[in-house]
């Protein structure tokens, strides 16, 4: 599944039809499909996508009735006894000194579906966000199968329909087998099977942008927040935790919610005609913000070359802040000058979010294909100080601008579509590296060094330290 395997026997089982057209029967022969052997959800490789019809004869039926025996057979209880010696014996394996006593390492990885390292990079990230996972965490749980299914194994199909589908539901169960340490690994294939269902755009087992994931899964979170949740509105939810609710400002597509009480925050746009000097100002919430790495540390050096300066957060940072004059192709329609005219534009931070999301672009498109920026961008652990950015600093506490490094997504590899993506969290003041199913303790110094694609950032509580960016 993952390696490939099933893939390659759909590959081999393509027959290049040259000199002949195919005929309806051999399309109908083509459709190679597999079959999950936990879920038995049945996947058409052909059509990109699962299977809700059967054979006349009830095959496919049939297929999952025999792996339902033989999952009840002695053979396959030796097999799963087998399983489990080996998962204890990984599990105590993992075990690491701190302040002279052994204590387990109790992070627990997700396993990839296939290309899925995109998803488990976001949600490991988000995960060891305290905020924001003790939220979903501590949600009520909703039962999605009815009265007839109710305690029988059940297995995915289109005819279900969108409404027994819950994405903050499957969030949820997903967060809480993380960090319980009763397994090494977790697979998240319910939860991938609702972004499935739901975000269209992430079907199939090609490799997808970690950013884009990430906003859409926040994006729908949010709309699914705005609706009931297990018969209590979300509204009633988040009062209960008075920490989100009081001083949260930052509404996007409606009502608040615990997505935007967390990540929400708010630019002001400032846009100057150059002609007759009239001032435009809009304000916009956002929940993460884009920066560009500067164009002059983009080019890639050879060793013979000086290094030069090294790009640090705060180049990226101050070229997204700075004053910019607008090209021809973005002429501003001046209200005034009732045309179209040259201006500059700056942006202004007037409300700062609970956790910063910062989103460095390193994919940028040329004419023909989308080039990776490999460059290093240095950023800080501690003390990331936000004031200078700020519409009115002069409103803000000297604590209150400060922010600490949460966890950072990694992409490994030259472009968009390919590659590998990992995470390094802090959690209890120790980093973790996550990397699909294996989890490794490591220090500040690696982390330090990693070419970063997303930083969160989380507000700085309590006064510690003086480090700033």
């Not at 006349?56 to 053979?75: I, M, P, T, W, Y």
């Amino acid at each position: 599944y993952v390696n490939g395997h099933a893939k390659k026997h759909y590959e081999d089982a393509q027959i290049p039809m040259t000199n002949h057209k195919k005929t309806e029967k051999q399309e109908k022969v083509q459709h190679t499909v597999c079959m999950d052997c936990s879920s038995y959800s049945t996947y058409c490789y052909r059509c990109d996508d699962f299977v809700v019809n059967d054979t006349k004869l009830g095959l496919v039926q049939k297929v999952r009735e025999h792996l339902q025996n033989l999952e009840n057979s002695a053979f396959t209880s030796d097999r799963h006894r087998k399983r489990k010696l080996l998962e204890n014996s990984s599990l105590n394996s993992k075990l690491l000194k701190v302040n002279g006593s052994t204590t387990a390492l109790c992070a627990t990885g997700l396993r990839n579906l296939g290309n899925t390292c995109f998803m488990n990079a976001i949600l490991q990230s988000l995960s060891n966000i305290q905020q924001f996972c003790c939220y979903f965490k501590e949600l009520p749980a909703v039962e999605l199968r009815n009265g007839k299914t109710a305690g029988r194994r059940t297995y995915h199909t289109r005819s279900q329909g969108d409404n027994n589908v819950s994405l903050v539901e499957e969030f949820r169960k997903t967060l809480c087998a993380l960090w319980q340490g009763s397994q090494t690994a977790f697979s998240p294939e319910s939860l991938f099977y609702v972004v499935w269902k739901i975000m269209p755009n992430f079907r199939g087992y090609q490799q997808q942008d970690a950013h884009e994931f990430m906003r859409y899964l926040l994006d729908h979170l949010h709309l699914e927040l705005q609706g009931g949740f297990n018969g209590v509105s979300r509204s009633v939810i988040l009062q209960e935790n008075s920490s989100l609710s009081a001083s949260n400002k930052c509404c996007i597509n409606g009502a608040s919610t615990v997505v935007t009480a967390i990540f929400g925050g708010i630019l002001q746009n400032e846009v100057n005609c150059l002609i007759c000097g009239t001032e435009s100002r809009k304000f916009d919430p956002f929940l993460d913000l884009s920066l560009d790495i500067p164009s002059q540390f983009r080019n890639k050096r050879t060793k013979n070359q000086e290094n030069g300066p090294m790009c640090t957060l705060r180049d990226c940072l101050r070229s997204f802040t700075d004053l910019e004059e607008l090209d021809e192709t973005e002429l501003y329609m001046c209200h005034k000058c009732k045309k179209k005219q040259k201006s500059t534009k700056k942006f202004w931070i007037q409300k700062l979010p609970k956790v910063l999301c910062l989103h460095l672009k390193r994919f940028h498109w040329t004419a023909y294909l989308r080039n990776k920026v490999d460059t290093y961008v240095e950023f800080p652990l501690r003390g990331l100080d936000m004031k200078c950015y700020l519409l009115e600093p002069e409103n803000s506490g000297p604590e209150s601008c400060l922010y600490d490094l949460a966890a950072v997504v990694v992409h490994h590899g030259s472009g968009v579509g390919s590659g590998h993506y990992t995470a390094y969290a802090a959690h209890e003041g120790r980093w973790f590296h996550f990397n699909d199913s294996t989890v490794t303790l490591t220090d500040e110094e690696t982390v330090v060094k990693a070419k970063a694609y997303i930083l969160f950032y989380v507000e700085r509580q309590a006064k510690s330290g003086s480090d700033k960016l």
